[in-house]
C-alpha cells in the first residue's frame, strides 16, 4: 500500500539551512497538502495544491514554500529552517475538497538543531 | 478555528464503551474522523456531511448534530486495537478540515 511515500523519512539539519521534503503519490489525486504536528497541537496545515502549478497557503505557512510541477509530486522547502521548525511533518491526498477523506502518508521527523 | 475534542484521554477496559466529542464554534459543512497509532500517519475513519447523519461501521460509529455544530464518534465494545489518539476535523465551507487536539485512547486488556 506505497500510494503516498515521503522522504526523507528522518532528517537532522542545522539552523539556517534549507530543506527540503519530498511527496509522491500514485493515486492520481489532484489534491496534496502539507501539516505539520507538534504536541499538544494536532495537525495544522502548511500549504495545500488543488492542482499542478497550484498552491496556496495554510494556516502556518510563514518560512515554508511549495512548489508541485507534476500532479504525482508535492514538495515543501524550508527556506531557512529554524529551532521552531522541528516537527513531525505529513503530507495527505485526496481526491477531491468535498466529501472525501485524507490519506496520510507516513510523516517525515525533522529536527533543525 | 480549531475544533475542540473532549475528553482530552480516556482509560477502558477492552469491551467498555467511549464517547468521543468534536464541538466548533462555526457552522459546519462537514467532519471528518482520523485515528492515529503512535509513530504511525493517521488513517480515515469517517466523514460526515450536514444533514445530521449518522454513519459507522463495525463498531465505530458517529453522529453529527449541524445545529449544535458538534459531532460524537462512539466506540462500542472497545478492542485493544482501538488504542490511539482520534482526531475531528471540521470544515465550514472552505472544504478543508481544521484538526482538533486529539483525544487519546488507551484499551487495557
Known amino acids: 500500500d506505497a500510494g503516498i511515500t515521503q522522504s526523507p523519512r528522518h532528517k537532522v539539519t542545522e539552523t539556517g539551512t534549507p530543506v527540503t521534503l519530498r511527496c509522491h503519490q500514485t493515486?492520481?489525486?489532484?489534491?496534496m497538502y502539507w501539516y505539520r504536528q507538534d504536541p499538544g497541537h494536532g495537525l495544522r496545515l502548511i500549504h495545500y495544491?488543488?492542482?499542478?502549478?497550484?498552491?496556496d497557503k495554510g494556516e502556518v505557512s510563514d518560512g515554508y514554500s511549495v512548489s508541485r510541477s507534476k500532479t504525482e509530486d508535492f514538495l515543501l522547502t524550508l527556506e531557512s529552517a529554524t529551532s521552531s521548525q522541528t516537527s513531525v511533518y505529513f503530507c495527505?491526498?485526496?481526491?477531491?475538497?468535498?466529501?472525501?477523506?485524507?490519506?496520510f502518508g507516513s510523516g517525515t521527523r525533522l529536527t533543525v538543531v | 478555528q480549531q475544533p475542540v475534542q473532549s475528553p482530552q484521554a480516556v482509560i477502558l477496559r477492552e469491551g467498555e464503551d467511549a464517547v468521543i466529542n468534536c464541538s466548533s464554534s462555526?457552522?459546519?459543512?462537514?467532519v471528518h474522523w482520523y485515528r492515529q497509532k503512535h509513530g504511525e500517519a493517521p488513517v480515515f475513519l469517517m466523514i460526515?456531511?450536514?444533514?445530521?447523519e449518522q454513519k459507522g461501521h463495525d463498531k465505530i460509529s458517529a453522529s453529527f448534530n449541524e445545529k449544535k455544530q458538534q459531532s460524537s464518534l462512539y466506540l462500542t465494545a472497545s478492542q485493544l486495537s482501538y488504542s490511539g489518539t482520534y482526531f475531528c476535523?471540521?470544515?465550514?465551507?472552505?472544504?478543508?478540515?481544521?484538526f482538533g487536539r486529539g483525544t487519546s485512547l488507551i484499551v487495557h486488556p
Open positions: 495527505a491526498i485526496s481526491e477531491s475538497t468535498a466529501n472525501y477523506g485524507y490519506t
Open positions: 495544491s488543488y492542482g499542478v502549478k497550484d498552491t
Open positions: 493515486e492520481n489525486h489532484r489534491y
Open positions: 462555526k457552522a459546519l459543512y462537514s
Open positions: 476535523g471540521t470544515d465550514g465551507g472552505s472544504y478543508i478540515p481544521t
Open positions: 460526515l456531511l450536514k444533514g445530521g
